[in-house]
């Protein structure tokens, strides 16, 4: 699949930067839901979704790795997983759904703005590094919101 946005960016490794944006938001939640544990169970839910709905659209959108992916390694739970290489888990990405997740549980303005700025940063990081198209991180939000809507509807 020709990309034009990535075939502008010379891919970089930013691994450890994409994972201290990613695990930063995790904990961010995880804190915010020590006060309302209603945040974590409704981005659990919906994580519940949004995964299902990522298994259904990896098998029926199998794209090939972006020209140039330099496997992305996550610094803390690589540990538990080896040296295996996922490369195909493409459309739609499950980092940008992650972040988007925590932006729509998370109810403070302030970590609502750091949520999208962590979104933001996350999606150019992981171009730099060619693990998505283009496509992947753009469809991301707008999957993940409808994901997020449903489970809002069913749950409350």
Same mark, same amino acid.
């Given at each position: 699949?020709?990309?034009?946005?990535?075939?502008?960016?010379?891919?970089?490794?930013?691994?450890?930067?994409?994972?201290?944006?990613?695990?930063?938001?995790?904990?961010?939640?995880?804190?915010?839901?020590?006060?309302?544990?209603?945040?974590?169970?409704?981005?659990?839910?919906?994580?519940?979704?949004?995964?299902?709905?990522?298994?259904?659209?990896?098998?029926?959108?199998?794209?090939?790795?972006?020209?140039?992916?330099?496997?992305?390694?996550?610094?803390?739970?690589?540990?538990?997983?080896?040296?295996?290489?996922?490369? &195909?888990? @493409?459309? /739609?990405?499950?980092? %940008?759904?992650?972040?988007? =997740?925590? !932006?729509?549980?998370?109810?403070?303005?302030?970590? &609502?703005? @750091?949520? /999208?700025?962590?979104? %933001?940063?996350?999606?150019? =990081?992981? !171009?730099?590094?060619?693990?998505?198209?283009?496509?992947?991180?753009?469809?991301?939000?707008?999957?993940?919101?409808?994901?997020?809507?449903?489970?809002?509807?069913?749950?409350?």
């Amino acid at each position: 699949m020709h990309d034009w946005v990535l075939a502008q960016i010379p891919p970089h490794n930013v691994s450890v930067a994409i994972f201290i944006f990613i695990w930063g938001m995790g904990l961010l939640i995880l804190y915010r839901a020590v006060y309302k544990p209603q945040i974590y169970i409704t981005y659990v839910w919906a994580l519940i979704v949004v995964t299902l709905v990522r298994l259904i659209t990896i098998s029926f959108v199998a794209l090939n790795p972006p020209v140039g992916l330099i496997p992305l390694a996550d610094p803390l739970t690589g540990i538990f997983y080896g040296q295996a290489l996922i490369t &195909k888990d @493409l459309f /739609f990405s499950g980092h %940008i759904a992650t972040l988007t =997740l925590i !932006l729509l549980c998370l109810e403070k303005r302030n970590d &609502k703005i @750091l949520g /999208f700025t962590s979104i %933001i940063i996350v999606a150019f =990081l992981l !171009l730099v590094q060619h693990i998505h198209y283009t496509i992947d991180i753009v469809a991301s939000p707008f999957i993940t919101y409808t994901c997020y809507k449903l489970v809002k509807t069913l749950l409350f």
